[in-house]
């Protein structure tokens, strides 16, 4: 049969209750050293490293406050919305437009305002190759980057 354990917690409340009556008697002594060699106040680990946190906590306040004298008193909120750049995919429009709507928007297409049909796509601009600074239809590729697929066909052959 296993021998069994006595609970940690009653040793450690038998030995805080030992340990208490003892706590008058030795601060009275380390007071009494202390009137007579003042140093010894210093080499008092509970003294010393009292004051260390202390005089830390009084340092990172002292940064804290002298670093906020430098931040902005009106912070800007958050965005709630974001502008898409939109083209008519319609060939006789061809009309590009902004929009502003809450990020994630997604309900494309949406109503040219040019030629009032509801052909408006998302647009991205070329950079490069034939219709280089026009805006062109946007499609996702593999990794749900936009992406104009028309941008290397030549305006001419697209029309």
Not at 33 to 62: D, F, K, M, N, Q
Not at 76 to 104: E, L, M
Not at 109 to 126: H, I
Request: hydrophobic residues 40%; neutral net charge; aromatic residues 10%.
């Amino acid at each position: 049969m296993p021998v069994e354990k006595d609970p940690k917690l009653g040793l450690y409340i038998d030995a805080f209750k030992a340990w208490l009556p003892t706590v008058r008697i030795r601060l009275a002594a380390w007071a009494e050293a202390c009137r007579e060699e003042p140093v010894l106040i210093w080499h008092t680990p509970a003294i010393r490293y009292s004051t260390y946190a202390v005089g830390a906590l009084i340092g990172i306040w002292v940064v804290t406050s002298f670093v906020g004298m430098w931040a902005p008193k009106n912070v800007i909120p958050p965005a709630r919305t974001a502008d898409f750049h939109i083209v008519c995919t319609n060939t006789a429009c061809r009309h590009h437009f902004v929009i502003n709507r809450k990020f994630g928007f997604d309900d494309f297409p949406v109503t040219c305002p040019k030629c009032k049909k509801e052909t408006g796509e998302r647009a991205v601009r070329c950079a490069g190759g034939p219709r280089d600074g026009e805006w062109v239809a946007a499609t996702l590729d593999d990794n749900d980057q936009l992406i104009g697929a028309d941008c290397s066909v030549p305006p001419s052959t697209k029309d």
